[in-house]
């Protein structure tokens, strides 16, 4: 079993920064695919970016691409979401999520992954 606890979220204004970290504790794998989700208020969950833990090898969503920034500290077993330029479409519950395999061509299939955090909150306003 892996557990998964976000943190970082918040509000902040259109053009504004935030940082998530998403700590993993448990039974970690040390070569899997760790990616960040989103749930905007009446949306489906969509996929953010991920990061493969092996490589280093990252991917994002058209949507963040230039904006925001995936990043995993392997000794502290935490996964890192830079998020700047921040616009209101980015307000939603964050998650993160771990367990695939590997990432490429995946990473977007939220059913992949087995382990999943709770969320954080990000509220971006005008």
């Known amino acids: 079993q892996v557990q998964l606890v976000e943190s970082g979220g918040g509000s902040v204004q259109t053009g504004g920064s935030l940082r998530l970290s998403c700590v993993a504790s448990?039974?970690?794998?040390?070569?899997?695919?760790m990616g960040w989700f989103r749930q905007p208020p009446g949306k489906e969950r969509e996929p953010v970016a991920a990061i493969y833990s092996g490589d280093g090898a990252s991917f994002y969503a058209d949507s963040v691409k230039g904006r925001f920034t995936v990043s995993l500290d392997n000794s502290k077993k935490t996964l890192y979401l830079q998020m700047n330029d921040l616009e209101i479409e980015d307000t939603g519950i964050y998650y993160c999520?771990?367990?695939?395999?590997?990432?490429?061509?995946?990473?977007?299939?939220?059913?992949?992954?087995?382990?999943w955090g709770r969320g954080a909150q990000v509220t971006v306003s005008s």
């Open positions: 448990g039974n970690v794998d040390n070569n899997s695919c």
């Open positions: 999520a771990t367990g695939a395999l590997w990432c490429s061509v995946i990473w977007t299939d939220q059913r992949k992954y087995p382990y």
